[in-house]
């Protein structure tokens, strides 16, 4: 009933930017927190960043001052601005919505997530 679509990923050399968008859809009632985690090979998902429906940010040390995390409550969309990229940054990156939608009988809360975006980082 409800899905998260995200888009955006690619590859590009070293010190590029990417911009990654996530969109939810279904029978949502609202969004709470919203967020980017990454999963490079052989490692555990790791959060990236998140941003509540008030606009409060949070970041990874690893990405502090390159990586921007915004959304738009009115598209249930959040975007990831990704600047001087770094090989390290290489993984899959996935959105997370922590929401609260309709059953069809009743309201319930639930966290969801995308399918994954591959962002490689290579010259």
């Known amino acids: 009933q409800v899905q998260l679509v995200e888009s955006g990923g690619g590859l590009v050399q070293p010190g590029g930017s990417l911009r990654l968008s996530c969109t939810a859809s279904?029978?949502?009632?609202?969004?709470?927190?919203m967020g980017w985690y990454r999963q490079a090979p052989g490692k555990q998902r790791d959060l990236v960043a998140t941003i509540t429906s008030g606009g409060i940010a949070n970041y990874a040390d690893s990405v502090k001052g390159r990586f921007t995390i915004s959304r738009d409550n009115a598209k249930n969309t959040v975007y990831l601005e990704m600047n001087s990229l770094k090989p390290d940054d290489t993984a899959v990156y996935y959105c997370h919505a922590h929401l609260n939608y309709w059953t069809g009988s009743w309201y319930s809360t639930g966290d969801y997530w995308g399918q994954g975006t591959q962002v490689t980082v290579s010259s």
């Open positions: 279904g029978s949502i009632f609202s969004i709470n927190a």
